[in-house]
Each structure stands twice: as structure tokens, then as C-alpha cells.
């Protein structure tokens, strides 16, 4: 039997503890970045997480150790990748991810290195006099032409699409025109977080497409609630609102007495009375006594269209608000 180092099993040891004492691990990949800004980022990140650089080997050993207390951990051996090392963390996946990829700073061109995204040469004056450089510009494909003792790029032009390998020459232009196309950073692969794996592919994500989603969705819930009577804490309200609503025009219009219908039943009763004794007085003034007449005669004059379609705009505009007063107050119930 092989003798196996102290020092080897005192670190598989360590990279166990680290794992048992935080809910969220991780492995990272630490290939192509400077010790001097590796040490920036750790310091950086010191009170939101640790980063443990050890061997590979002796990483897999210690998932394999913790598996039994962390089910499905032992998965993130799939992911080691390059310089692998270990980072732990009591924050969730996401905001890790997020912080780890905001970390990163741009990196020169490297022939063999695979572009991240798309690399676009912007249209404009390149600074560059006439020279063998406009050939090699337009060997690349790079719209280019000479203007005013120039060399311009006449468009926008893509050069290299995500995914695509950095030949010598493309990274030749690339470092002249001083674009840089590479990040360099702390790269999680993978982090676990109670018995699930989430992949790097899974932690990217679009936050404004997510939090326009999840307001759609919710308000789509709420009408829905609404519209079939279905009572959680946020739609009690409204639909109480429009059930009494619906009960005050019921009332209203089949003329039942309530303390809330009878002021506007009479209201509209006596604004009746007056319209009908107008229309006699016209015929008939006779026929109606001195005191009605004088009313019908302080009676408020016609609203002209003009006034009428004012009052129209106002009780839409008012609709609206209340809409969105709604919709607000929902939205705020859910996202506190």
C-alpha cells in the first residue's frame, strides 16, 4: 500500500471543514489570472467568501469525504476545469455568481484562447497612417479604407463570434487596435447548494428579462384570482372592493333603501323631479307652484359638449390611477 504524505491528508482535512461549515460550495477556475490581481480579489471578497487553490486530486477526495452530509456534492467534480480551486460561501448561488463575474476586468487578445462573446471592430479612424496594415485589415475581412491621411473602418464589423478561436493574426489586430476581447477573473464552474448543482450556464441570467417576467406573471395571477374569486391575501381586498361595488349599483338600480343607497336614490329621485317640471313648465307654467319654479329656474344650466367630454377625460384619468394604485399595491405585497 502506497504511503500517502501527512500534509496530503491534513489538506483533504481542511478543504472537508471548509465544505461542512458553509451551505453554499463552489469550484472555480483561477487559469490565466495574475498573482497580483488574484490576491486584489481575494481580499476583495474575503468577508463574502473563501477561495482555497490545492490540487485537484486532493479537492475530489474531500467532495468525496463530505458526500455523505452534502448528497450529490461529490457532482462538482465534473466540473473542475483549468486551475481549479475551492470556494465557499453562506451566500445563494446567484449573487455569488453575479459579484465573482463583476470582479472580472478586461484582457488582451491570446492566439488559442476562445472568445467569450461576439468581438465587434467599431466604425471610426483607427489612428493608423497608410501603411502594410490597411492589407492586413482587409485580409481579415475588417472594411477599411484610407480618409483624409487615415485608415478608417468604414462599419461595424464582427470579427469573431462567441465561441470562435483567437488565431495569431486576428490577435495580432485585435491588441493593435487595442480591443480587448478576454476577461480575466475568478471563474465559477459550478456551486452546490442543498443536494443541487447549479452550472455557470444556470447562475447566467438576464436580471431585468427575470424581474419584468415575474411582475407579468404575478399580475396576470392577480387578474386572474380576481376575475375567478380565488382568496389569498393580496386579492381579498379588491374583490370585497368590486363585490360591494357590484351590490351598491344592484341597490342603487332596483331602488332598495340602505343607509348607503338611500341619499343617492333620492338625490337622483329629486334631480328627476326637477327635470320633469321643467319640461311641464315649458308647456304649463300654471300647472307648477312658485316654489317650484323658482328651483327650476336656479337649476344648474346644460353642460356644453365641450364641459361633458372634459368630465369624461377626468373620470378616465382617475380610472387609470386607480388602476395603477392597484397593480402598485399587489407588485408591493410580493416584493415587499
Known amino acids: 500500500m502506497a504511503h500517502v504524505a501527512e500534509w496530503k491528508k491534513q489538506e483533504v482535512k481542511e478543504l472537508a471543514e471548509m465544505m461542512k461549515g458553509h451551505d ?9 489570472i495574475p498573482a497580483k490581481q488574484l490576491q486584489k480579489m481575494r481580499q476583495n471578497l474575503r468577508e463574502k467568501a473563501k477561495i482555497r487553490m ?20 461529490e457532482t462538482l467534480n ?21 459579484i465573482l463575474e463583476k470582479s472580472k476586468t478586461p484582457s488582451p487578445a491570446k492566439p488559442g484562447a476562445i472568445a467569450p462573446q461576439d ?32 485608415i ?21 489586430i485585435l491588441n493593435r487596435l487595442d480591443i480587448q476581447p478576454l476577461e480575466v477573473g475568478i471563474d465559477l464552474k459550478a456551486a452546490y447548494e442543498n443536494e443541487t448543482i447549479y452550472t455557470s450556464d444556470i447562475l447566467t441570467i438576464d436580471e431585468n428579462k427575470t424581474i419584468n417576467d415575474i411582475k407579468r406573471a404575478f399580475s396576470q395571477a392577480f387578474n386572474l384570482s380576481i376575475n375567478a374569486l380565488i382568496y389569498t391575501k ?46 311641464i313648465a315649458q308647456n304649463n307654467k300654471d300647472a307648477l307652484d312658485q316654489e317650484l319654479l323658482e328651483k327650476i329656474s336656479t337649476k344648474t344650466k346644460p353642460t356644453t359638449k365641450k364641459e361633458e367630454k372634459k368630465e369624461e377625460e377626468k373620470e378616465e384619468e382617475e380610472e387609470e390611477e386607480e388602476e395603477e394604485e392597484e397593480a402598485a399595491a399587489g407588485l408591493g405585497a410580493l416584493f415587499g
Open 119 to 150: 468581438v465587434i471592430i467599431p466604425k471610426g479612424d483607427t489612428g493608423f497612417a497608410p501603411g502594410p496594415i490597411l492589407g492586413e485589415l482587409q485580409q481579415l475581412g475588417i472594411p477599411a479604407k484610407i480618409e483624409k491621411g487615415k
Open 24 to 32: 453554499v460550495i463552489g469550484i472555480v477556475d483561477l487559469s490565466d
Open 78 to 98: 465534473d466540473t473542475m476545469e483549468g486551475q481549479p480551486a475551492l470556494i465557499v460561501s453562506d451566500m445563494n448561488p446567484f449573487k455569488l455568481f453575479k
Open 54 to 73: 490545492s490540487r485537484k486530486t486532493l479537492i475530489s477526495l474531500a467532495l468525496e469525504r463530505v458526500n455523505k452530509e452534502k448528497k450529490n456534492i
Open 234 to 279: 393580496e386579492t381579498i381586498p379588491y374583490i370585497i372592493q368590486n363585490a360591494a361595488s357590484k351590490a351598491f349599483n344592484l341597490a342603487y338600480n332596483a331602488m332598495i333603501l340602505t343607509p348607503e343607497t338611500t341619499e343617492p336614490i333620492l338625490a337622483r329621485a329629486y334631480a328627476q323631479m326637477l327635470s320633469l317640471a321643467a319640461e
Open 152 to 172: 478608417v473602418i468604414t462599419e461595424d464589423h464582427t470579427i469573431l463570434k462567441a465561441g470562435d478561436e483567437i488565431t495569431p493574426k486576428v490577435a495580432e
